[in-house]
């Protein structure tokens, strides 16, 4: 999780090493994708001891510059969701790239047997446990806060709890679209993934993106979509109810803030981890 024109899909692939570490806690890079000219996905070694809930983040990073006065290097590190789920045996990350930005002007550059800094202890809202039970599951996500539903969309768990799973995704651009767009194509076609989820289960998945500046299918801010039925008229279900329904949020903060009010509007409540309601905000995700 860290959050166009498309560029051509970039993919650099190696089998994952045995590297000894040069950092704190370090991870061994083992794949990278770039989607376009400021996103870009990466795969990294899973440490053998962690445990976590699809959905949750880890604190990621690389070491800083040196200290002009002492030469020491800090960490520096950001909040990402963990967007493989929690059966995968690597880790996958989703992020911008900020050519000014501390970290991702740095992390964009990494290759295949790269290290990087992973703390190991995974926290996050956007967990099953947070949710009271019910009918249907909406992810609404914009740019990279995709990251997290890309967990739970493989995550057996999901489709045991639900009839419907509905995931949005806002971007600027087309392109940026492509992360999800792909992640569920192949999900569907996964012959794997199949396997482990079930087809009918693959079947509940209501995949709705929608883009703000460049023109597509479906245009507008998602709240607006929402507000004025016409994402619940495009999908065929009926409109959120606070008996049925639960949702996650995860993108800026611009938008958390207006999913809260729309869902409110809808009836639902804000939950968490010790309190569990209708809904879930991700209010770790900075980008």
Partial sequence: MYMNEMTAVTDTEIAPTKAKPTLPDA????????????????????????????????????????????????????????????WDEELEFYSIKVQDGPLTSRLQHIQPGDEIILRPKPVGTLVHDALLPGKNIWFFATGTGFAPFASLLREPETYEKYEKVIITHTCREVGELE?????????????????????ENLAKIHYYPTTTREESPR???????????????????????PADDRAMVCGSLAFNKDMQTTLEGFGLREGANSDPKEYVVEKAFVG
């Fill in 219 to 241: 245009m507008g801010r998602i709240t607006e979509l929402l507000q004025d039925g016409t994402v619940f008229k495009d999908l065929g279900i009926d409109p959120i109810n």
């Fill in 27 to 86: 991870q061994t890079v083992t794949a990278v994708k770039h989607w376009t000219d400021r996103l870009f996905s990466f795969r990294v070694s899973r440490p053998a001891s962690l445990r976590f809930r699809s959905g949750e983040f880890v604190m990621i990073g690389l070491m800083g510059d040196p200290d002009p006065n002492t030469g020491k290097q800090k960490p520096l590190l950001r909040a990402y969701s963990i967007a493989s789920p929690a």
């Fill in 179 to 199: 992360y999800g767009r792909k992640l569920i194509e192949d999900l569907k076609q996964d012959e794997l993934m199949i396997e482990l989820l079930g087809e």
